[in-house]
């Protein structure tokens, strides 16, 4: 291994590390209540070196939404790929996986929620700043070509796939935000699978209206 490559690793390693800090800082106190020198006491290093790899609080809290892009990327190939499910069967794989996405990491998925309806985009670097819009705009295509290739086969509403694709991901953040404020008040009460579930039921049925019955579910 070459020296260059040695530090890129190093590098790489110190980066991983401030983000799990960050990480457990922001869920622990928030992202208000959350400093660069709280995160930088949690993964044991000078204030001065987390801005090394981070300019500001707000480009680590971003930076943590990702791997969640990511996972989700690959989760949306994968029912993509899929040649031997039906668009219908597709579409209840999508639901699926946006299960397993949530389930991945709740708190970063909240995260990127949060940061998509703030003013904390304005505040990162444009690098950063186009890594995210890229991920997120490569999701909703995929999304979108599933619902593409039901409304080819006729078994779908005949409606822009983008606008559904938008409708879904709206849909999903949505009843996340909501459910996750109301555990705040009371932390007992969780009903987030029960409500996200009764969700893409409705909202399949909804994609289905036009041939409701023509094709069997899997």
Do not use: C
Not at 5 to 10: L, P
């Amino acid at each position: 291994m070459g020296i260059q490559e040695r530090k890129e690793r190093e590098r790489e390693r110190r980066r991983q590390q401030i983000i799990v800090a960050a990480k457990k800082v922001f869920s622990e106190k928030g992202f208000s209540r959350s400093t660069m020198e709280d995160i930088a006491k949690e993964a044991e290093l000078s204030p001065g070196t987390l801005y090394l790899y981070f300019k500001n609080k707000d480009e680590l809290y971003a930076s943590l939404s990702l791997r969640i892009l990511q996972y989700l990327i690959i989760r949306l190939e994968h029912v993509n790929g899929n040649e031997q499910l039906s668009p219908g069967q597709k579409a209840d794989a999508l639901q699926e996986a946006m299960f397993d996405v949530y389930d991945f990491d709740p708190q970063v998925i909240i995260n990127l929620f949060h940061l998509q309806s703030s003013e904390t985009l304005k505040n990162l670097s444009p690098q950063l700043l186009a890594e995210i819009e890229d991920l997120s705009r490569k999701s909703l295509r995929l999304m979108a070509r599933i619902f593409q290739e039901g409304i080819d086969n006729g078994v779908f509403i005949d409606r822009h796939p983008l606008a559904l694709a938008d409708i879904f991901w709206a849909m999903f953040s949505g009843v996340i935000l909501w459910e996750s404020s109301k555990k705040i008040i009371d932390e007992n009460k969780d009903y987030l699978k029960q409500t996200l579930t009764m969700a893409f039921e409705i909202f399949g049925r909804g994609l289905r209206e036009k041939n409701e019955g023509v094709e069997k579910k899997a």
